[in-house]
């Protein structure tokens, strides 16, 4: 069995706290790529968050000799708007940092994409910091491109 082989499974309410663990170090990981999003700050929330993730069948969970090494999130996006296509967005992908490289997060994408197509997904979206670069190069080998740009600015000014 090849190295990069893992379980995709449906993750429980026992794999909770784990998957919580595991969004706090994807969190932190993004500060370093200009993320404003804090990690440990928002524990009880993404707890609240993936709770009811778990529930509606909206995560997935990669599994290596029983242990969780990676997670994807993903729904079907709402809006008030009428829209010429449905679009799933995939909200999270993580893999722990010793097991990158290998082919696990492929396999987490193509699953979450799957689940997407089966609920009538015309498109799958997601959103990648801009200063991520090897995440950038690990979406567009699996076909995504820029679909919508997010600029940003401070409102810090250095002059007086």
Not at 38 to 55: F, G
Not at 84 to 111: C, D, F, H, M, W
């Amino acid at each position: 069995m090849s190295e990069s082989w893992a379980a995709i499974e449906v993750p429980t309410m026992t794999d909770l706290d784990t998957l919580v663990d595991l969004w706090i170090d994807l969190a932190a990981g993004q500060r370093q790529h200009n993320s404003h999003l804090q990690a440990n700050e928002n524990r009880d929330r993404i707890r609240e968050s993936l709770a009811r993730q778990i529930a509606l069948s909206e995560v997935r969970v990669a599994r290596q000799n029983g242990r969780i090494v990676g997670f994807v999130t993903y729904t079907i996006e709402g809006s008030t708007f009428s829209r010429s296509a449905t679009k799933g967005l995939i909200q999270n992908i993580y893999v722990v940092p010793e097991l990158r490289g290998i082919g696990i997060g492929s396999q987490l994408l193509e699953a979450a994409e799957s689940v997407l197509d089966a609920e009538d997904a015309d498109v799958v979206s997601l959103e990648v910091m801009a200063a991520n670069e090897a995440a950038r190069r690990f979406y567009a080998r699996h076909g995504y491109d820029a679909h919508r740009v997010t600029l940003e600015k401070s409102t810090e000014n250095d002059t007086p």
